[in-house]
């Protein structure tokens, strides 16, 4: 996604009363220039504040643009850029920086040590904390948002997609998948729902926002689009919870990415609601290995074709997980013993995302080079788990994939590494598997029966 971003301010209006103007930043995937950016005039909150022309330092601007989202999200959630235009923002943005520097007893550069920016992060985290905020992947859709869940702690399915709630219903975020759809017509049709307002909107080739009021409620309306399936969400809330809600709702928008990469992690923190991993079979009596990432926080772990899978270890330290499936015989376990592996060319088995392979469940290989536990290029979703081997079939190791820290809402990619083979015989050793007369099968491990012998996990979190 290398489009530069497209940037247009929302205002919020109060009937008789003055204009709230909040920014909201258009997901990378817009992929249109900034250049063709709505005008300020079309979209010009009605604050009286002129523009700001102070550039940005050659540093800063150099970033990537995943970072300097995250800075800016960040200093949104901080209450930065109220009431500015998108030209404003641009302008402000230097001395939004130069502030948070001087409050934190720093030279006012307008760019940001690594000290500094943790300290950003951490500054805005109360804030997302106090709205349960969290970034997740719907599995009705496959689109990523952001989600207050202690202001909307009512989930469930939507008529094509997911919908959030609060308690009373004054809060409602609804996600949508079009499969057959033209961006242009459904903007067309939304701005003309009925009893619905509009104050301000944009179309993109790949994206559009709708902003409103609606029986009395303000709205946001953003979709994106590939090809002919469109997906979007849908933001309503009283009048009555703006205090709370004209931010959140702008991070909400802020953070939708409606097609997002396979390979691209969450920002740090973030869960997804139904994700997906790999796992190894160690016994024949279905006895699972993978990593404890995969299973975090997971309500229930299920194993297509065989069923729940239960807990039955987890070594933090080292990232490893012990899993089984009661009742099974006859699996085709893994040959995860025999002499140590060498080299630095390894084959990944494991079962991509269903995003990554049209929802197919199969078993795939991948590349990598490790290098210091570090394994390049970084497998797609759902390697998580997934055994490596040698160049001469040799047990490597585990599949873990991390997330860099980096705070708010810009994904970030994916870095892969490799929990040891040892490790992970110590850890199998230690947890009683040979105790109980199963001994790890011995030799190489033959790609031809590794294909038998990774699962997919699908775990579910609240």
């Known amino acids: ?37 709505p005008s300020a005039a079309s979209h ?209 928008s802020d953070t939708f990415v409606g097609f997002p990469d396979a390979n691209t992690a969450l920002a740090a923190g973030g869960k997804r609601g139904v994700d997906y991993g790999s796992a190894v079979l160690v016994t024949s009596s279905g006895d699972l290995l993978t990593t ?28 490893l997980t012990l899993l089984r499936l009661y009742g099974a015989r006859d699996l085709t376990a893994a040959s995860l013993g025999g002499d140590a592996a060498t080299g630095s060319d390894l084959t990944l088995f494991g079962i991509a995302d269903p995003l990554a392979q049209d929802g197919d469940r199969a078993v795939t290989k991948a590349p990598a080079r490790l290098s210091a536990q570090t394994l390049t290029p970084a497998p797609s979703r759902g390697f998580a788990g997934a055994p490596a081997i040698d160049t001469q079939g040799r047990f490597a190791g585990i599949v873990a994939l991390q997330s860099p820290t980096v705070a708010s809402a810009g994904s970030v990619t994916a870095q892969a590494a490799l929990v040891p083979a040892a490790t992970v015989r110590a850890f199998l050793d230690a947890h009683g598997l040979k105790n109980d007369g199963i001994a790890l099968a011995t030799g190489n491990a033959e790609p031809a029966a590794l294909e038998h012998s990774v699962v997919r996990l699908i775990c579910v979190r609240k």
């Open 292 to 319: 404890a990432d995969v299973t975090d926080e997971c309500q229930s772990i299920t194993v297509p074709g065989f069923g729940h899978a239960d807990r039955i270890a987890t070594d933090r330290t080292n990232n």
């Open 44 to 252: 010009k909150p009605a604050s009286g504040k002129s523009s700001h022309t102070a550039a940005l330092p050659a540093a800063y601007a150099a970033i990537p643009e995943a970072e300097r989202l995250a800075i800016e999200g960040d200093l949104v959630w901080l209450g930065h850029f109220e009431g500015m235009s998108a030209e404003e923002f641009d302008g402000h943005m230097l001395d939004a920086l130069k502030t948070f520097q001087k409050r934190n007893n720093g030279r006012d550069t307008g760019v940001l040590s690594d000290q500094e920016r943790a300290l950003l992060a951490e500054a805005a985290r109360p804030h997302q904390a106090a709205v349960g905020w969290r970034l997740i992947d719907d599995s009705a859709t496959g689109a990523r948002v952001g989600v207050p869940e202690k202001l909307v702690p009512h989930a469930g399915p939507a008529r094509t997609g997911s919908r959030w709630t609060s308690a009373q219903g004054q809060i409602q975020i609804e996600t949508f998948r079009l499969h057959e759809a033209s961006l242009p017509v459904l903007f067309e049709q939304e701005k003309k729902t009925a009893q619905r307002g509009v104050h301000q909107s944009a179309l993109d080739p790949d994206s559009f926002v709708i902003v409103g009021e609606q029986h009395l409620k303000r709205f946001i309306v953003r979709a994106q689009s590939r090809g002919s399936e469109v997906r979007g969400v849908t933001i309503l809330y009283d009048q009555a919870t703006e205090g709370t809600m004209a931010a959140v709702a702008v991070a909400v």
């Open 1 to 37: 996604m290398n489009g530069k971003l497209a940037r247009i301010t929302i205002g919020l209006v109060s009937i008789g009363l003055l204009t709230l103007g909040l920014l909201v930043t258009t997901p990378a995937l817009a992929q249109q220039p900034k250049s063709a950016k």
